[in-house]
């Protein structure tokens, strides 16, 4: 059993931040990439940012130069800052992790989502 849990989400004004985090706990023996995707009412899941084992990142480009996507192996955790924040980065955020079970088998697995929602 696995789980990814998101976290940070919430109600900011445009041009604040968020950070979110996802932690990712159970039957793990390792996490491949991770990343962020997102989706808006009535829209499409789309990636926002992911991130290698080894720490290669990718952003739409949308948010380059506005966001950051991190990790930190030895918890299982990935992060998402979130900075100049625009009414159009609302949507639903969720964590998406490709990783190996201690029983050897691989997949890719999703978090449960947290909301952003930018308003003023």
């Known amino acids: 059993q696995v789980q990814l849990v998101e976290s940070g989400g919430g109600l900011v004004q445009p041009g604040g931040s968020l950070r979110l985090s996802c932690a990712a706990s159970g039957s793990i023996f390792s996490i491949n990439a991770m990343g962020w995707y997102r989706q808006a009412p009535g829209q499409e899941r789309e990636l926002v940012a992911a991130i290698t084992s080894g720490g290669s990142t990718n952003y739409a480009d949308s948010v380059k130069g506005r966001f950051t996507i991190s990790r930190d192996n030895a918890k299982n955790t990935l992060y998402l800052q979130m900075n100049s924040l625009k009414p159009e980065d609302t949507a639903v955020y969720y964590c998406?992790?490709?990783?190996?079970?201690?029983?050897?088998?691989?997949?890719?697995?999703w978090g449960q989502g947290t909301q952003v929602t930018i308003s003023s």
């Open positions: 998406n992790a490709d990783l190996t079970s201690i029983y050897g088998a691989r997949g890719w697995y």
